[in-house]
């Protein structure tokens, strides 16, 4: 089972365990209907539309409210640690959440005492609380974008607001620099997949894959594009796929999707989902092998 | 499955900091205020004293998350409590200040830290916002989209974290690109 967990911009929205399905425009969990925008919501329609692609169970959802108070990170992650055993997850992919240490190494002990363990899957606040937490290396795999691998590359920044000044500057010309000190400095997850100009896929250490074409500079204006990218790579791994393999098909869909829907920088996140099952189709055979008929 | 589950009492501040932060007060009155303002509005906070190197005000400060910066200095300007500033806990760090500016086509996006806001330039319309993981950052998004640079309510006053005060700075800039700075295509 594919589990993401995390937060909805819905202060009302209670603990919700559920598989996704479509509804009409508006992914399903449980009895409610939510709106695919920025956030977890882009991330597990990507999942979902890479799962229904590959034929395998939909990504199941851990869910609640939060807009801030960290009040529905709580009752994620606490229900994760005391629940992650029966839960068995084959991939666990930890999305929007407030950054919380504590919570964080709580999971984290109750996922390593598993007989076998999940792929672990992290990005936006749950990427940062691993970090802090020193958990980084225990990932399977985090999905950064330049300003943020600028974040793990900083031993002392407690989140990205407070990078040092010389490593945001010029950042994006400094990313395969960057990825070297956030190994160096136990920041990295085992497979990095830093998402930005140039896509690079780097594992222990080196960069393997760079991920360049097409290039389409309205991406990263489009919230909700680097969501897509790590719902790929979840959905991916929970086909079976190694973390680097994932990183690189996940890395080629999003832009190959860019190149169809041709965006602007005021193009919505959903229009971009709404283009991988025919870049799946066009596309996924030659590049992986995987040939569904 | 909607999971039934209680509202956990929040842990003590020692259990859950992702990193501390401290304000600073010009008196002990005002930390006092400062700290009862902060716990009525249900933030983790505790009065300490400042490490010398610190001090800027008097000998008594008031230590919070620091990932509740944006919302702890609102609470404190909302109270009327005045404060100094908040700290990085080393007072060596501080928060990112600088802005990129990028030009496509008829938008501009304006970078500030981990966050992006990018405006129609004709029209001043907020478009898109991208990057941040702290979860107010997909409410931020639902609350400025499509909406106008000097009509929206500024992302600080809406969001509690680092990511929002970040978006905020953003969206000053931008806020200056659309009244004043000229906009040159690139």
């Known amino acids: ?293 | 499955m909607v999971i039934g589950w209680f509202w956990k009492k929040r842990h003590e501040l020692s259990e859950e900091v992702l990193e501390r932060g401290l304000v600073l007060f010009h008196t002990v009155e005002q930390a006092i205020a400062g700290e009862k303002a902060l716990k009525k509005a249900g933030i983790t906070c505790r009065l300490v004293a400042p490490p010398p190197h610190l001090r800027k005000g008097c000998d008594v400060g008031v230590e919070i998350v620091l990932m509740e910066q944006t919302a702890v200095e609102k609470v404190l300007k909302e109270a009327g409590t005045p404060f100094i500033e908040v700290v990085h806990p080393k007072g060596e760090r501080e928060l990112l200040n600088i802005e990129k500016v990028t030009r496509l086509d008829n938008y501009v996006m304006v970078k500030a830290g981990n966050m992006k806001l990018t405006f129609d330039k004709n029209t001043g319309i907020i478009v898109n916002i991208s990057g941040g993981g702290c979860p107010d950052i997909p409410y931020l998004y639902s609350q400025l989209v499509d909406k106008h640079l000097e009509e929206v309510t500024r992302p600080k006053e809406l969001g509690r974290t680092l990511c929002a005060l970040m978006l905020d700075r953003g969206w000053e800039r931008a806020l200056a690109l659309w009244k004043g700075e000229e906009l040159c295509s690139s």
């Not at chain 1, 992650?84 to 919380?100: G, K, M, S, T």
């Not at chain 1, 792929?119 to 802090?132: E, I, P, Q, T």
């Not at chain 1, 190959?256 to 959903?270: D, M, N, Q, Y």
């Open chain 1, 1 to 293: 089972m594919l589990l993401i967990a995390g937060t909805v911009p819905v202060p009302e929205m209670p603990l919700v365990l559920s598989p996704a399905h479509w509804e009409g425009d508006c992914l399903r969990l449980a009895e409610y209907d939510l709106p695919y925008t920025q956030g977890t919501m882009a991330m597990v329609s990507a999942a979902l539309a890479t799962t229904s692609y590959l034929g395998l169970p939909p990504p199941h959802v851990l869910t609640a409210g939060d807009i801030g108070t960290g009040s529905g990170t709580r009752l994620i992650y606490d229900y994760l640690a005391e629940h992650i055993e029966e839960l068995h997850p084959e991939v666990l992919a930890l999305h929007y959440c407030q950054p919380i240490i504590a919570l964080m190494k709580k999971l984290y002990e109750a996922v390593s005492q598993l007989s076998s363990p999940p792929r672990l899957v992290a990005d936006a606040g749950s990427m940062y609380a691993a970090k802090a937490a020193n958990l980084s290396p225990h990932f399977d795999i985090f999905t950064p974008d330049p300003s943020e691998i600028a974040f793990l590359a900083d031993f002392e920044a407690s989140h990205p607001a407070y990078i040092s000044r010389y490593l945001f500057e010029n950042m994006e010309e400094k990313v395969t620099d960057l990825i070297e000190k956030a190994y160096a400095c136990q920041g990295a997850s085992k497979v990095l997949l830093v998402k930005g100009k140039v896509d690079y896929v780097a594992k222990e250490g080196k960069i393997l894959h760079e991920i360049q074409e097409p290039n389409i500079p309205a991406m990263e204006c489009i919230g909700g594009t680097g969501d897509t990218i790590t719902g790929m790579v979840a959905a991916f791994l929970s086909g079976e796929l190694d973390p680097e393999e994932a990183a690189v098909l996940a890395a080629k869909a999003n832009r190959a999707a860019a190149e169809i829907v041709k965006p602007t920088p005021a193009t919505r996140v959903s229009a971009i989902i709404d283009a991988f099952p025919q870049v799946f189709k066009e596309n996924l055979c030659a590049w992986s092998g995987i040939c569904i008929r």
